[in-house]
């Protein structure tokens, strides 16, 4: 360092300044799309503790954005100049009560809340760029561990960990994420469940809401839901058919899946090689070419009045014989089967590579633990509940803000976006009637991207008179 220890001091003293300078143009743009107004509708809490909300979802958001994961980490607005920005902060405490006294009635509030703020997002911001034409809508669910006893609906439930499935006591989240092949994924709903519950309990209603969120915020083209075999079952399927929307999902490999590829012929056999390598969980390696074929199927024909026809896609790669280095040669090659149950209406291998996509969503679930997810931090269920519902709107306006600040951050992951556009140090000079500048760094390595959202969602100056 130039100074010498000795001549350097640090003093918390200038009540001008603020740590999230970026957090003006994400809570102007939640503003701009009626977040406030649209809490007042729809949020009606019984209990004392839930007045004013508006404020407080706001002061929630916005401590999410700027990388709060507890209640405790909402105290992350209150610094410096903050009180001066923005009006209306409230304490962690307040915070946390308010989310304790909600009930799930006021849960499915807020996920109508979500629901409706993506669709005017999507208005303000260019968040979802070749939707009309094709989308895909991504549904997985997520295990989040859980420590202890005390919170509710905690149970143990399956999870992979390193390609291994494992039983892990926590809670189970249900996303669902919009994208096209020129967006990120944004989050259509959120849905938590005790840690038990499988991965399709209530998949169907839930698969319903999401494609009419989707086609509401713009995808009123081609719309594929594709899920993984979790979700291979004749309701959710049968929501999709009755929704207009196409569907693509890993079949389970069942006797009767077994006996439909047993029946492709070797000339049906098609080869095909990966821009990227694949990681195969059961070889325990990358693979980089394999074959992939298609034959009609229909499923579910035990259910009365739910069959389905379909096209049934399969991938196999070869297995390699463990023992070929000691001299034990195959008699024959063996392979590995993947089975994709689709009406897609793409050709074999643009439909077997758009459902290998579907590992998007889990870009948005790292997303989420990396940031307001890595804790569940309540003892109440229907307080996580609606502090998920919340981290899937920060995450949305988190999008919006880097599609808005450029081409660079609308695909960025989140905690780059916080950190290039929202954790950016500023101090606040008042002059004239009612102005106020932040002053930022000279040289922000990032000053074009943050320019560009803060000039996207404040008014231009008024015209100077000559």
Not at 172 to 196: C, D, E, H, K, Q
Not at 333 to 358: K, M, W
């Amino acid at each position: 360092m130039f100074h010498a220890a000795v001549n350097t001091h640090a003093v918390f003293d200038d009540e001008h300044m603020v740590a999230y300078a970026g957090l003006a143009s994400a809570m102007r743009l939640a503003e701009r799309c009626g977040l406030n107004g649209m809490v007042a509708e729809h949020v009606q809490v019984a209990d004392p503790l839930g007045v004013n909300a508006p404020r407080k979802v706001c002061s929630i958001v916005g401590g999410m954005l700027t990388g709060a994961d507890s209640i405790d980490d909402l105290d992350a607005l209150r610094h410096g100049g903050m009180d001066k920005l923005f009006d209306g902060i409230r304490a962690p405490s307040t915070l946390g009560s308010f989310l304790r006294c909600l009930r799930w009635g006021n849960v499915r509030q807020l996920e109508k809340v979500g629901r409706e703020l993506l669709v005017a997002l999507a208005a303000h911001a260019p968040l979802l760029p070749g939707a009309g034409t094709v989308a895909f809508l991504d549904v997985d669910s997520m295990q989040r561990r859980t420590y202890g006893y005390a919170k509710q609906g905690s149970g143990f439930g399956h999870t992979k960990i390193q390609g291994k499935s494992v039983l892990m006591r926590g809670l189970n989240t249900l996303i669902s994420t919009l994208s096209t092949p020129l967006a990120a994924p944004v989050i259509t709903g959120t849905r938590l469940r005790g840690g038990t519950a499988n991965s399709a309990r209530g998949a169907a209603s839930f698969a319903a809401e999401s494609i009419t969120t989707a086609r509401a915020a713009g995808a009123t083209g081609i719309l594929v839901m594709r899920g993984d075999s979790a979700f291979y079952n004749a309701a959710v399927l049968g929501t999709c058919r009755r929704g207009g929307v196409r569907f693509s999902v890993t079949a389970k490999m069942d006797p009767k899946i077994k006996a439909a590829i047993a029946a492709i012929p070797d000339s049906a056999w098609i080869s095909i090689e990966y821009p990227n390598a694949v990681f195969d969980e059961q070889a325990g390696g990358w693979v980089s070419n394999a074959q992939i074929a298609e034959v009609g199927y229909t499923a579910f024909t035990s259910k009365k009045g739910q069959a389905i026809t379909a096209r049934l896609i399969v991938r196999r790669v070869k297995r390699f014989n463990e023992r070929a280095e000691r001299g034990q040669d195959e008699l024959f090659p063996l392979y590995r089967y993947h089975a994709i149950f689709t009406d897609s209406p793409f050709d074999l291998v643009q439909a077997e590579g758009q459902h290998r996509d579907h590992a998007i969503v889990e870009q948005v679930n790292a997303d989420l633990v990396d940031g307001p997810l890595a804790h569940l931090p309540s003892g109440i269920f229907t307080a996580n509940a609606a502090w998920l519902t919340l981290a899937a709107i920060a995450h949305n306006l988190l999008r919006a803000l880097g599609c808005l600040a450029g081409p660079v951050h609308a695909k960025a992951r989140g905690a780059t976006v916080r950190r290039h556009l929202i954790a950016v140090p500023a101090r606040l000079a008042r002059h004239g009637r009612g102005h106020l500048t932040l002053h930022l760094p000279e040289h922000w390595r990032w000053q074009r991207a943050w320019a560009n959202a803060f000039d996207a969602v404040h008014d231009p100056p008024p015209a100077r008179v000559a």
